[in-house]
C-alpha cells in the first residue's frame, strides 16, 4: 500500500459487513505492523499458559 496509511495494519471486516478499518493502539495511535505484530505475539503468549514462558510448556 501506498499513500499517507502505508505501514499502518488493518482489520478486515468485510465478512462482517464492516468493511476495512485502521488499528490503532488504546491511545488512538494508529499501529504499524512492529507494534501490532508484538502486541499479538504478548497475547498469544499469555494464552498459552499464563506465568509460564513458551520454554516451560514445550515438551521434552
Same mark, same amino acid.
Given at each position: 500500500?501506498?499513500?499517507? @496509511? !502505508?505501514? !499502518?495494519?488493518? @482489520?478486515? %471486516?468485510? @465478512?462482517? %459487513?464492516?468493511? *476495512? #478499518?485502521?488499528?490503532? %493502539?488504546?491511545?488512538?495511535?494508529?499501529?504499524? *505492523?512492529? #507494534?501490532?505484530? !508484538? #502486541?499479538?505475539?504478548?497475547?498469544?503468549?499469555?494464552?498459552?499458559?499464563?506465568?509460564?514462558?513458551?520454554?516451560?510448556? @514445550?515438551?521434552?
Amino acid at each position: 500500500m501506498t499513500g499517507p @496509511a !502505508r505501514g !499502518r495494519m488493518w @482489520a478486515d %471486516d468485510t @465478512a462482517e %459487513d464492516g468493511g *476495512f #478499518r485502521p488499528l490503532h %493502539d488504546h491511545g488512538g495511535t494508529p499501529l504499524g *505492523f512492529a #507494534r501490532w505484530y !508484538r #502486541r499479538w505475539l504478548e497475547q498469544a503468549e499469555g494464552q498459552v499458559s499464563p506465568g509460564r514462558s513458551p520454554q516451560q510448556t @514445550a515438551p521434552r
